[in-house]
């Protein structure tokens, strides 16, 4: 067999699974995990053609638990986890990006440890410029630190309280919404799907 066949089959597989399916949920997930802060990613791709891939993150406290997806396609969720490291005085709190064919995807998160001095906060971005992602760390910074434009459907960032809030940014067809649960083993949720364009109207 060539080297490139071989190398091409050995490749692993998207450890994607459809939400009609069994699998191991986010909530699941979480309740393994015995440290005081943490941070469960559940991605669901609702698309009928958008494939999400390229997965990175960078942690500015704590480190993540499990792999990144190596894959989200149609149909398809993929679920990871970020927690606190052990007996240290810090968070959950970092950033994941993905691409996909006509655009690039970032999640931000904090999730504290101290709840006095600071709330647990998200953010979603959604761009077409690759050299926007520089660094992530960069790219973590500025979308924790940057105020959103109002009405933007770009960039949006929330600070929870007593009320759960949605974010959502938007291009082309393409809509990202996002919510988190203030606690402290948090579960943040991303949708994508598609848009249903306008109805067309005839200009007479």
Do not use: W
């Not at 906060?121 to 434009?149: C, Q, R």
């Amino acid at each position: 067999m060539p080297l490139k066949e071989k190398k091409e089959k050995e490749k692993p597989h998207s450890d994607n699974c459809n939400p009609g399916q069994q699998g191991e949920s986010v909530e699941s997930l979480m309740k393994d995990i015995n440290v005081c802060r943490s941070v469960g990613l559940e991605i669901i791709n609702r698309t009928r053609t958008v494939t999400l891939k390229e997965f990175r993150s960078y942690c500015f406290s704590g480190k993540i638990l499990t792999t990144l997806p190596f894959e989200i396609g149609p149909d398809s969720r993929g679920i990871c986890a970020f927690a606190k490291t052990p007996y240290s005085l810090r968070g959950s709190v970092g950033i994941v990006v993905c691409k996909a064919d006509a655009f690039f995807l970032a999640i931000a998160f904090s999730n504290p440890f101290d709840y006095i001095l600071y709330k647990i906060e998200f953010a979603l971005e959604i761009f077409t410029e690759e050299n926007h992602l520089g660094i992530l760390s960069d790219v973590f910074s500025k979308m924790m630190k940057s105020k959103p434009y109002c009405g933007s459907s770009l960039f949006q960032r929330a600070t929870l309280g007593y009320e759960h809030e949605t974010l959502e940014v938007s291009k082309g067809n393409i809509r990202v919404q996002a919510k988190m649960s203030n606690n402290q083993k948090a579960v943040l949720k991303v949708q994508i799907e598609n848009m249903n364009p306008p109805p067309y109207t005839k200009v007479v």
